[in-house]
Every structure is written in structure tokens, then in C-alpha cells.
């Protein structure tokens, strides 16, 4: 797919929710954000739990739910009728599919750019246990911290993710990165996410050709386990696809938004024709 110009925002078009990965937060979109902004659209790059500037400790969110939180919060407090489009990057595909989990109804669309997609059938944390990086360097992990933690080390960074990144933005990473937590053993004891909530909300996969760590053969591989409306691509963009690639990935998400916001504003008009529910058997219908 050619890469699309950045769109000016549509009329109604709807926010754009940008989600994070390990160790990172919200400014890690800096860059992105400053681009779709200035093109008119509403956007937020939330910090989650124990991230970014969030003054919180790992040790005082336990769980998966405590460190995706503030994104839960964010669609919990949007208007009524209004929905969002959310964008996970990495670990934030995790956090993004249990925001459409829990809120179907308030989630446009759900975009994954280079990031984990669980599927409806297997656990929640499959997708993390079976991703093959073939080394993980200096990174550091300590199993009886509660919860699990990991410490992306600065070699890793450096040749795994950021390696077409500006020199600038991998320095940026080595003042702001913090311990995080893949929550495995949580997400173990989860159920698959539904196909009537998770399952029928729009997602979208943006992949990312140059990734070191979360590999294109892999990211291909969870596309195929949990179909999508819509696979994109990325010839040049590492693993950190916001800092090698700001402008490509900034002009993929103006189209999905634009794209998205008609639905918006056809459910505030019409709410009957779709919902949400533990027993819906399908996806979300839109009658023109």
C-alpha cells in the first residue's frame, strides 16, 4: 500500500488515543502527535501506570488492569456517543485490546502498529510467550519482583528497536525509560478476550518491515490468527516506528481516523444498529 498524504482531521473525525510500549510513555509519540495535531486532529498520548511521568512505582500496580488503567479511564470519561480510535504500539496492543474488551462501544477502531494482537481462542499471553527475539543483550529482568519486572537495557534499545531511529530520539529513550512488566503470569489466568466485545471491534495492523525485535514474519504470523479489516506497511521503520518513520505512520493513522469517523457518527444517529454484548454472535453491523 502507497503511503497516504497526512489528511487534514474530517469533519467529526474522532480522537486518536496513542498507547505506548514497555518501559516508554506517553512521549515517546511526541513527534507523531505534533504531526496529526497540527493537521486539526484531537489526540491524546496517555502515560500508563508506572510510565512516562506517572508517579506510581511497578511495585504499586500489580496487575495488567492497574497498568492499563489510565487508558481505561480516558475511554470510561469520553461523552456519550463519542468513541476513539485507539493506537498501540508493542506492549500496547495488549493494553488497547483489553480497553476494546471492556469498552466496545467507545472503540472506533483499533490500530496495532508493530504490536502484540491476541486473538479470541488462545490465553491473553500467548502472543508475548511465543515472540522469538534472538537476544535479548543487557536487558534485565527479575522474576520474584512482584510483578515480574524487565528493564529494556541500552544496547538492546539501540540495535533492536531504535537502530533506523534519529541518534536524538535513542537518547531521549536512555532519560526516560523506566522498569516496566510484561505481566505474563496475569495474563495466564485471564480468559481469552471475547469475540463479542474484543472480537468485534475494527482493528486495523500496521506492519513494520525493519523490526528487529517483534519481526515482520511474526507480526504476519498473529495478523493471521486474528484477522483484520486492514494490514498496512512500513518499508523503512524499526521497531520504533514513531521516531523512524514519524511521518508515514502519522499519515496511516489521519487516514484511519478519517476513515472511522463516519461510523462514529452514523452510531450516535442510529445507536440500534449496533451493540455489544456477552451473546452477540457478530461484529458490529453498520446499515447504510
Not at 470510561?76 to 463519542?82: I, S, T
Not at 532519560?175 to 485471564?190: E, T
Not at 528487529?212 to 484477522?227: D, L, N, S
Request: net charge negative; hydrophobic share 40%; proline share 6%.
Amino acid at each position: 500500500m502507497s503511503t497516504p498524504a497526512l489528511a487534514t482531521a474530517a469533519e467529526g473525525a474522532t480522537r486518536i488515543i496513542l498507547v505506548h510500549g514497555t518501559g516508554h510513555g506517553g512521549w515517546c509519540w511526541y513527534r507523531v502527535a505534533t504531526l496529526l495535531r497540527a493537521a486539526g486532529h484531537r489526540v491524546d498520548a496517555p502515560d500508563l501506570a508506572a510510565s512516562g511521568i506517572d508517579s506510581r512505582q511497578l511495585r504499586d500496580v500489580p496487575t495488567f488492569e492497574d497498568y492499563t488503567r489510565p487508558l481505561l479511564d480516558a475511554l470510561r470519561a469520553l461523552p456519550p456517543g463519542e468513541r476513539a480510535v485507539l493506537v498501540g504500539h508493542s506492549f500496547g496492543g495488549m493494553s488497547i485490546a483489553l480497553a476494546a474488551e471492556t469498552f466496545p462501544e467507545k472503540v472506533a477502531a483499533a490500530v496495532f502498529v508493530t504490536a502484540f494482537l491476541p486473538d479470541c481462542t488462545n490465553p491473553r499471553s500467548q502472543v508475548i510467550e511465543k515472540v522469538t527475539v534472538s537476544d535479548w543483550m543487557d536487558t534485565v529482568t527479575d522474576a520474584e519482583h512482584v510483578p515480574a519486572s524487565v528493564f529494556l537495557g541500552p544496547e538492546f534499545l539501540r540495535h533492536k528497536l531504535y537502530q533506523l531511529s534519529p541518534p536524538e530520539d535513542y537518547t531521549l529513550s536512555q532519560s526516560l525509560a523506566r522498569v516496566s512488566s510484561y505481566y505474563v503470569p496475569d495474563l495466564q489466568s485471564q480468559t481469552p478476550f471475547s469475540e463479542a466485545r474484543y472480537g468485534a471491534v475494527s482493528k486495523v495492523y500496521v506492519v513494520c518491515k525493519q523490526d528487529q525485535a517483534m519481526t515482520e514474519a511474526y507480526q504476519h504470523t498473529m495478523i493471521a490468527a486474528c484477522p483484520v479489516a486492514e494490514v498496512r506497511e512500513i518499508a523503512d521503520a524499526d521497531h520504533m516506528a514513531m521516531f523512524s518513520a514519524p511521518a508515514e505512520l502519522a499519515g496511516h493513522l489521519a487516514h484511519i481516523a478519517n476513515t472511522f469517523s463516519w461510523s462514529c457518527s452514523y452510531m450516535v444517529k442510529y445507536p440500534r444498529t449496533c451493540s455489544f454484548g456477552d451473546n452477540d454472535q457478530q461484529s458490529t453491523k453498520l446499515h447504510a
